[in-house]
């Protein structure tokens, strides 16, 4: 079946650094999607790509959807206390299949 | 509010009872989700139905059986709660079965002693 692995499994970023966290597929994806969970809370969405080689801007939040669709990374720029959470990506086989969810990234950061 | 509500929030029960989990939906989405996450964090999903159509089954025991009275709520019924079922369960809905992202309720937490 699909799987979706995500590194790393843990971040601990220094307030004002950058970092990315990476998302990969066993199989071709129709789209990758993007939550965010803080500690406590439930995921929430952030962001689906569709396209091949998508990239897609929020802020200071940069996601891309690699060219074979198999693959994605979140890019975050100047990190601040508020990123502090756990990120998953999670794919789609084909549109109405259901959704595979990546083990996360959980983000520290010291201040 | 517009949102994906669940009751219980937390459910501390003993082992071998059974306990139901509420889930409804004002959103108007025709997808319903629930979803397992444990303790190290993944989300695995349970069930989905479309319209009150169960449309995804996973390898979940049989001891779990949702239902879905109208395309707004969905409701998870366990029965003979073991220790392992201790988790965090989410229920979310999303509109074209998840091609637009899933909203997520608050979830219930679990604790089986």
């Known amino acids: 079946g699909q799987q979706v692995m995500q590194i790393p499994q843990y971040q601990h970023v220094q307030e004002g650094e950058d970092f990315t966290t990476y998302c990969n597929s066993s199989?071709?994806?129709?789209?990758i999607q993007w939550y965010k969970q803080r500690p406590g809370g439930h995921p929430v969405f952030l962001i689906q790509l569709v396209k091949s080689g998508e990239v897609k801007k929020q802020k200071r939040l940069t996601f891309q959807f690699g060219e074979a669709k198999k693959n994605s990374s979140l890019h975050i720029t100047a990190t601040q206390t508020t990123d502090v959470g756990t990120y998953f990506c999670?794919?789609?086989?084909?549109?109405?299949?259901?959704?595979?969810f990546g083990g996360g990234t959980r983000v520290l950061v010291k201040p | 509010d517009t949102a994906v509500s669940q009751t219980p929030k937390y459910l501390v029960t003993q082992m071998g009872n059974d306990k139901s989990i509420k889930c409804e939906q004002n959103?108007?989405?025709?997808?319903m989700y629930w979803y397992k996450q444990d303790s190290k964090k993944f989300l695995k999903i349970m069930f989905s139905?479309?319209?009150?159509?169960?449309?995804i089954n996973e390898t979940v025991p049989n001891r779990f059986s949702p239902k879905s009275p109208d395309k707004a709520h969905l409701n998870l019924h366990i029965n003979s709660l073991e220790l392992g079922d201790s988790a965090v369960y989410f229920c979310?809905?999303?509109?074209?079965?998840?091609?637009?992202?899933?909203?997520f309720g608050s979830g219930t937490r679990l604790t089986v002693v």
């Open positions: 199989t071709t994806l129709s789209n």
């Open positions: 999670a794919g789609q086989g084909a549109a109405g299949n259901k959704l595979t």
């Open positions: 139905y479309n319209n009150k159509e169960l449309i």
């Open positions: 979310a809905s999303s509109q074209v079965k998840g091609a637009y992202g899933y909203t």
């Open positions: 959103l108007g989405h025709d997808t």
